[in-house]
Nanobody, 127 residues
Framework: QVRLVESGGGSVQPGESLRLSCAAT????????MAWFRQAPGKEREDVAH????????YYAGSVKGRFTISRDNANNAVNLRMANLKPEDTAVYYC????????????????????WGQGTQVTVSS
């Protein structure tokens, strides 16, 4: 069993930055695909970014490419999402997800591809 705990959400103004962190509780963490999804009210949960291992090619959704950066901290069993130049349309609940699978950086993954989920953290971008 893997437990994921997110932190770092909050309310910011457009153009500001936030950093989300997700701590995983299993020592075989490095063999996992780690992802950040988000879900806005009335919308489907979407794959924002995912990454298999530190140094591997990450995937980014087109709407966040160039603004968001996913990174893995193997020493602390964590995956982070640095979000810069935030826009009102980035407002959503952000979820950390993990699964014991390889994941490449070429295409998005559906929520069914991930077995483990965090509780979610709210990000609100508003002036």
């Amino acid at each position: 069993q893997v437990r994921l705990v997110e932190s770092g959400g909050g309310s910011v103004q457009p153009g500001e930055s936030l950093r989300l962190s997700c701590a995983a509780t299993r020592t075989t963490y490095t063999a996992f695909c780690m992802a950040w999804f988000r879900q806005a009210p009335g919308k489907e949960r979407e794959d924002v970014a995912h990454m298999y291992a530190a140094g591997s090619a990450p995937y980014y959704a087109g709407s966040v490419k160039g603004r968001f950066t996913i990174s893995r901290d193997n020493a602390n069993n964590a995956v982070n999402l640095r979000m810069a130049n935030l826009k009102p349309e980035d407002t959503a609940v952000y979820y950390c997800a993990a699964d014991e699978r390889y994941c490449g950086g070429s295409s998005s993954l559906g929520r069914s591809a991930f077995r483990y989920w965090g509780q979610g953290t709210q990000v609100t971008v508003s002036s």
